[in-house]
């Protein structure tokens, strides 16, 4: 199946300012993109890709004072099956694990492992390791949370949604993973594309998603605790520890987000003529002080 994607964002900026974007398709999509219209600024400046500490395409440029504009449109190839299950997989005991999921055993600025970990236990604590257990944790955390637009604080932790119980995908995502390494599962934040396909449509507009990557049986699994349930059309954007490595908008200096529009839904058609994606090129917003 093929899948139309994109974005248009608007910033209105005070003064030139530096910016990082952690909005490209994957480098393990890559080679998926049927068509692309690439990344296109109004106005015009010059950017550089280049590839982060986590395997993220990350593009970087100055956005001039006023109204920047930064619009994006592709064509992907999915296999259009649901996300793989694996019931029977294994936990992995940490001496064993590779070395690159050590890290994502770790504390991180969202999920604090060293709050959560007496609960995690004594929640999950009993539950079989493996599949299991991180399918009990998505369990509890869908079911604890009230999810809702409104929800959204970009400041709130793991520990905080739990107490509060509520939030928006970003807070689902961080107490599994918070409680997922407090029980010894590596566990890692993804951003990407996830379309209302295959399932009804929701009325809210479309938005970037966070979901959780869970490594048990030997491989990385994906595990969706606002959604709780397989899905189709997934594309990953960008993986990290939590939301801190992958904001989707870095501003060095005050930016007004004005607008922000996301589309991802299956193509009927196939796509038209147009620039295929070039390898070569070099909803989370931060904003840090002006340099």
């Given at each position: 199946?093929?899948?139309r994607?994109g974005?248009?964002?608007?910033l209105?900026l005070?003064q030139?300012t530096?910016v990082?974007t952690?909005?490209?398709?994957?480098?393990d999509?890559?080679?998926?993109i049927?068509?692309?219209?690439?990344?296109?600024p109004t106005?015009?400046?010059?950017?550089?890709?280049?590839?982060?500490a986590?395997?993220?395409?990350?593009?970087?440029?100055v956005?001039p004072?006023?109204?920047?504009?930064?619009?994006?449109?592709?064509?992907?190839?999915d296999s259009g099956?649901?996300d793989?299950?694996?019931?029977?997989?294994?936990?992995?005991?940490?001496?064993?694990?590779?070395?690159?999921?050590?890290?994502y055993?770790?504390?991180?600025?969202y999920?604090?492992t060293?709050?959560l970990?007496?609960?995690a236990?004594?929640?999950?604590?009993?539950?079989?390791?493996g599949?299991?257990r991180?399918?009990?944790?998505?369990?509890?955390?869908?079911?604890r949370?009230s999810?809702?637009y409104?929800?959204?604080?970009?400041?709130?932790?793991?520990?905080?949604?739990?107490?509060?119980?509520?939030?928006v995908c970003r807070?689902?995502?961080?107490l599994?993973?918070?409680?997922?390494r407090a029980?010894?599962?590596?566990?890692?934040?993804?951003?990407?594309y996830l379309?209302?396909?295959?399932v009804p449509?929701?009325p809210?507009?479309?938005?970037?998603?966070?979901?959780?990557?869970a490594?048990?049986?030997?491989?990385?699994?994906?595990?969706?605790?606002r959604?709780n349930?397989p899905?189709?059309?997934r594309?990953?954007?960008?993986r990290?520890?939590d939301?801190t490595?992958?904001?989707?908008?870095?501003?060095f200096?005050?930016?007004?987000?004005s607008k922000?529009e996301v589309?991802t839904?299956?193509?009927t058609?196939q796509?038209?003529?147009?620039?295929k994606?070039?390898?070569?090129?070099?909803?989370?917003f931060?904003?840090?002080?002006a340099?």
């Open positions: 199946m093929l899948i994607l974005y248009e964002l608007a209105d005070p030139d530096p990082v952690a909005l490209e398709i994957h480098s999509r890559r080679q998926d049927r068509w692309e219209a690439g990344f296109l106005p015009m400046v010059n950017t550089q890709t280049y590839v982060d986590y395997g993220n395409r990350c593009r970087r440029f956005a004072a006023g109204r920047f504009t930064m619009r994006y449109d592709a064509v992907v190839e099956l649901l793989p299950v694996a019931p029977d997989a294994q936990e992995t005991p940490v001496a064993e694990l590779p070395t690159e999921c050590i890290g055993l770790l504390g991180s600025r999920c604090e060293d709050h970990s007496t609960l236990w004594n929640l999950f604590g009993q539950t079989r390791p599949w299991e991180v399918q009990a944790i998505v369990d509890y955390v869908h079911d949370l999810f809702g409104g929800y959204a604080r970009s400041t709130r932790t793991a520990a905080q949604a739990h107490e509060e119980r509520v939030g807070d689902f995502a961080h599994a993973i918070a409680f997922c029980m010894n599962i590596p566990a890692r934040y993804v951003n990407g379309g209302d396909i295959n449509a929701d809210a507009p479309m938005d970037f998603s966070a979901w959780v990557e490594y048990v049986g030997g491989r990385w699994y994906t595990f969706d605790p959604h349930k899905r189709t059309g594309v990953v954007v960008a990290g520890r939301a490595d992958v904001p989707l908008v870095h501003t200096g005050a930016h007004v987000l922000f589309w839904y299956e193509e058609s796509p038209a003529a147009g620039r994606a070039d390898e070569d090129e070099g909803n989370d931060r904003i840090s002080a340099a």
